[in-house]
């Protein structure tokens, strides 16, 4: 970096003494605060992130997967009227800072929570599963407008091969693969945070691919050349302090 040289055990530390300092200091309520806030919070702590509810303390992820109510967490059952199978769609809320963001957001905070697939969650009366989550998204993503599946790859990656395909609501073949190659095409400086999600999303993909012996060629190779750029882009870019500024890659 251009900055001060940081030992590693020193910087561990630093950042184990903020998360420990956020976690018991930095309190969170369902009567105060929304979806947008408490579940940024369990990317960090995952299943372990507690918020106040009326004076007591408790899970923020099993409080919603029990049932219980959220503002932001706005959620749809989706039923094929030609099979019957019932799917769960999070509902964009985008621009009201308590909703969900960005399309299939939800669902990759949720799978990063180590969630089963049978993980059931209870919409108002009935019981779905992280599997009909997950293949509501698969079902849904010609919907996404904004062409942005940094979140579904995520998501969709946690519980599906990398070489996965599937038939969408277009008709059309979908697949991790095509996904990727959608991100890779995007321009990072005009993304949503600097880019850093779409970058997350091809990383978090592109690692799986190769624990199961994929190989980095074809979308893969211009995935993995995009991010080693950004990396490389970053370093260069870096505050004489070691911080970085919003425009992480230029």
């Known amino acids: 970096t251009n900055g001060p040289a940081i030992s590693t055990e020193n910087l561990q530390q630093r950042l184990d003494e903020v998360l420990v300092a956020t976690y018991e200091k930095r309190h969170l309520s369902l009567q105060e605060h ?7 919070g369990v990317l960090a702590y995952q299943q372990a992130f507690l918020v106040d509810n009326r004076g007591e303390r408790i899970s923020a992820i099993e409080h919603v997967l029990n049932g219980g109510q ?74 996404n407008l904004e062409r942005e599946y940094s979140w579904t790859l995520i998501g969709l990656t946690t519980y599906l091969p990398t070489d996965a395909e599937w038939t969408a609501s277009d008709g059309q073949t979908w697949s991790i693969e095509r996904l990727v190659e959608i991100e890779a095409e995007q ?24 624990e199961h012996g994929g190989r980095v060629n074809g979308v893969w190779g211009r995935a993995d050349a995009l991010i080693q750029a950004a990396i490389k882009n970053a370093q260069q870019y870096q505050n004489p302090d070691g911080s970085f500024s919003t425009r992480y890659f230029e």
């Not at 957001?105 to 009935?126: N, S």
């Not at 321009?187 to 190769?210: P, Q, V």
């Open 34 to 40: 929304a979806a947008w806030q408490i579940l940024h």
């Open 70 to 143: 959220m503002k932001g967490w706005t959620t749809q059952i989706v039923v094929d009227s030609e099979t019957g199978q019932r799917g769960l769609r999070a509902l964009l809320e985008p621009g009201s800072n308590t909703g969900q963001g960005h399309a299939d957001q939800w669902l990759a905070v949720f799978a990063q929570c180590g969630l089963e697939p049978t993980q059931p969650i209870k919409i108002e009366d009935e019981v779905l599963t992280m599997n009909d989550f997950v293949a509501q998204v698969q079902w849904d993503v010609p919907r």
């Open 187 to 210: 321009d990072l400086a005009s993304s949503a945070c600097g880019g850093t999600h779409r970058l997350i999303g091809m990383a978090m993909a592109l690692n799986l691919h190769l």
